[in-house]
């Protein structure tokens, strides 16, 4: 008797496992949700589309309104900072300030009331005086924390005009200091440079990652730049394979600058009939690393946008990385992961290059503004884009 009690013990604790043991399986399997490990990269990022805006063309104190690039928020000031890539055809390299003002009456999505041009700061060199034709193309743009501007130059190696990674004075528009640019990114030769930046894809994309509200402070802040497209050591021609780009993380402190990592950044291919196809802005989420990009495409289907977030954290380091033809083995590149392709917008997307988080909307939650830049085509707009930001 006791043995059998004993062996009737011993089943029903195997079936109490065994029941215990499915439950688990199905609590894991069914019940709960799959969280697939690519998911975990990336912070839950959404965006709306509420607004678009054209500019009307128009000269301000002597320039010409073109060629907006790149866009930067004042937020202490609530004015918005839009640089032109004016080579110094219709004037010299410069900064827009502009008043931008929402409407957010009534039960209708936020939306552009106006938008005002308030000032024009021309760029001037380490003399004060502004750069000769032909040798800045700024294209990137970010506010310091110290209150100062962060410029890149895409350059243009025809007229030996390198590109330039600077700290401009806000006020008077002049170069503080330049900092330091790896050789790999130098064209070695004018008339057949077998590395460096290609012409017109360089330097486009710039950001800044600094403490929340950190305006006027002085400790080390880190800035994030990125080329357009491949360095020509990089470059494959075949459409079919996928090009890199460079993704550089600088250290800036007081009085240096440390080039910390740089990682591959790999672009989408090119669609079917591109003539131009690139990383055109950057902007950073958190201090994490994770950022907004945007990649812009031109050809004869007219413009292709999307915005992708990017997750820079497991990038492996390519700063000794000679040349990326030939792919990425045994490299992790930057992850990234699509936001918004602008095909599905109720309008026709133009030549989106800059980005910029605005002011929060009435509900909370933050507004991002993209800009066109027109090329100072007179049948072309500057278009600019009001959007919500989620990151529920």
């Given amino acids: 008797m006791t043995k059998g009690w004993h062996r009737q013990r011993r089943i029903r604790g195997l079936h109490r496992w065994l029941m215990g043991l499915l439950l688990i399986w199905g609590l894991t399997s069914c019940a709960l949700p799959q969280i697939k490990a690519e998911e975990r990269l990336f912070l839950p990022v959404t965006v709306d589309l509420l607004d678009v805006y054209t500019l009307p063309r128009q000269e301000f104190q002597g320039t010409t309104v073109g060629g907006l690039s790149a866009l930067a928020y004042d937020r202490s000031r609530d004015r918005f900072l839009a640089l032109s890539d004016d080579r110094g055809q219709f004037g010299p390299p410069r900064l827009y300030e502009l008043a931008i003002t929402l409407d ?40 310091s924390p110290r209150n100062t501007l962060l410029i890149s130059s895409e350059g243009d190696e025809r007229v030996n005009a390198p590109p330039l990674l600077g700290e401009f004075d806000r006020p008077s528009g002049q170069v503080m200091t330049s900092f330091r640019i790896p050789n790999r990114f130098l064209p070695d030769d004018g008339e057949s440079p077998t590395q460096g930046v290609r012409n017109n894809l360089s330097f486009e994309s710039l950001a800044v990652n600094a403490a929340p509200g950190a305006v006027g402070q002085t400790e080390p802040f ?10 020509l050591q990089d470059y494959e021609a075949d459409p079919a394979q996928p090009l890199y780009c460079r993704f550089l993380h600088y250290l800036i402190g007081t009085d240096q600058s440390t ?40 050809g004869l289907r007219g413009f292709a946008v999307k915005l992708f977030q990017l997750a820079t954290g497991g990038a492996t380091d390519i700063s000794t990385v000679t040349s990326l033809k030939g792919g990425l083995e045994g490299l992790s590149p930057i992850r990234k992961q699509l936001v918004l392709d602008f095909a599905i917008a109720p309008f026709t997307v133009d030549n989106l290059e800059g980005m910029a988080l605005g002011p929060r909307l009435p509900d909370g939650s933050q507004s991002l503004i993209l800009i066109s830049d027109n090329n100072f085509d007179g049948d072309r707009p500057t278009q600019l884009v009001l959007l919500r930001l989620g990151m529920a």
């Fill in 104 to 143: 957010s009456t009534g039960s209708q999505p936020p939306r552009f009331d106006s938008i005002t041009i308030e000032q024009v700061t021309p760029l001037l060199d380490s003399e004060g005086q502004p750069y000769p034709p032909g040798s800045l193309d700024p294209e990137g743009l970010a506010l």
């Fill in 259 to 298: 080039l910390i990592a740089e990682h591959a950044y790999p672009l989408d291919l090119e669609p079917a009939g591109a003539v131009s196809h690139g990383l055109t802005e950057l902007l950073v989420l958190d201090q994490g690393g994770h950022f907004l990009a945007l990649e812009r495409s031109y």
């Fill in 222 to 231: 880190r800035l994030f730049v990125a080329t357009e497209s491949a360095l």
